[in-house]
Antibody, heavy 118, light 110 residues
Framework: QVQLVQSGAEVRKPGASVKVSCKAS????????MHWVRQAPGQGLEWMGW????????DYAQKFQGRVTMTRDTSISTAYMELSRLRSDDTAVYFC???????????WGQGTLVTVSS | QSALTQPPSASGSPGQSVTISCTGT?????????VSWYRRHPGKAPKLMIY???KRPSGVPDRFSGSKSGNTASLTVSGLQAEDEADYYC??????????FGGGTKLTVL
C-alpha cells in the first residue's frame, strides 16, 4: 500500500533553515510528482510547490520563491523540502502529497510540525 | 494566487444533506475542471474525496458528490454520518503549474 512517511517535528530560530523529508513506498516513486503543502495554526491549506522525482524539475508558489528548495533522492524514494530564512509565520504543519491524475493529491504524509521561535 | 473562498462552517443532522461552496476566479476554478476536495479529521492527513470536479476516487462513498458552475465549485455530502464531521478543503489548478486551496470549512454533524 502507498505510504508517505515524513520526518519528525522540528524547532528552529528565526533566520534558520529546516529540511523535511518524505519517504515514499508502495508505488513507483519517480512516476508521480510530489507536492508540498503547509497549514499554519488556525489557517487553511497552502500549496508550496512540486518536484518531479523523475527529472528533479521543480516549480514553486511565487510566495516561496527564493526561500524554498525541493529535492529528491530516487535511490531511497525520498523527497525533501528545505525552507530557509525562517520567520515566526512559517510555523506550520508541512505535508508532502503525491500527485493523482496530475490534478489532485491522493496520498499525504502524516505531516511535520515546524515551529519557529526565538 | 489568493486562496479560494469557503464558508468557515456548515452543519447538518444525521441523514441530511449539506453543500459546501468554494469560490475562486476565472483564472482557477472557472478556468479548469481540476477542482478537488479533501476531508481532514483533526490531527490526521487530508483525504482526497473528489477530484476533477465530480469524480470519486476508489473507496469514497457515493454520498459525496461535486459540481461546478462558473467560478464556484460545490461539495455535497448526502446522508450525513458522524464520521463526516471534519474540515473540508477545496483545491483548484490555477495555471502555470500552480495550485491553490481554500481556507477550509468545518462541517459539524448535529
Amino acid at each position: 500500500q502507498v505510504q508517505l512517511v515524513q520526518s519528525g517535528a522540528e524547532v528552529r530560530k528565526p533566520g534558520a533553515s529546516v529540511k523535511v523529508s518524505c519517504k515514499a513506498s508502495g508505488y513507483t516513486f519517480s512516476a508521480y510528482y510530489m507536492h508540498w503543502v503547509r497549514q499554519a495554526p488556525g489557517q487553511g491549506l497552502e500549496w508550496m510547490g512540486w518536484i518531479d522525482p523523475n527529472s528533479g524539475g521543480t516549480d514553486y508558489a511565487q510566495k516561496f520563491q527564493g526561500r524554498v528548495t525541493m529535492t529528491r533522492d530516487t535511490s531511497i524514494s525520498t523527497a525533501y523540502m528545505e525552507l530557509s530564512r525562517l520567520r515566526s509565520d512559517d510555523t506550520a504543519v508541512y505535508f508532502c502529497a503525491k500527485s493523482y491524475s496530475s490534478t489532485s493529491f491522493d496520498y499525504w504524509g502524516q505531516g511535520t510540525l515546524v515551529t519557529v521561535s526565538s | 494566487q489568493s486562496a479560494l473562498t469557503q464558508p468557515p462552517s456548515a452543519s447538518g443532522s444525521p441523514g441530511q444533506s449539506v453543500t459546501i461552496s468554494c469560490t475562486g476566479t476565472s483564472s482557477d476554478v472557472g478556468a479548469y475542471n481540476y477542482v478537488s476536495w479533501y476531508r481532514r479529521h483533526p490531527g490526521k492527513a487530508p483525504k482526497l474525496m473528489i477530484y476533477e470536479v465530480n469524480k470519486r476516487p476508489s473507496g469514497v462513498p457515493d454520498r459525496f458528490s461535486g459540481s461546478k458552475s462558473g467560478n464556484t465549485a460545490s461539495l455535497t455530502v448526502s446522508g450525513l454520518q458522524a464520521e463526516d464531521e471534519a474540515d473540508y478543503y477545496c483545491s483548484s489548478y490555477a495555471g502555470s503549474n500552480n495550485w491553490v486551496f481554500g481556507g477550509g470549512t468545518k462541517l459539524t454533524v448535529l
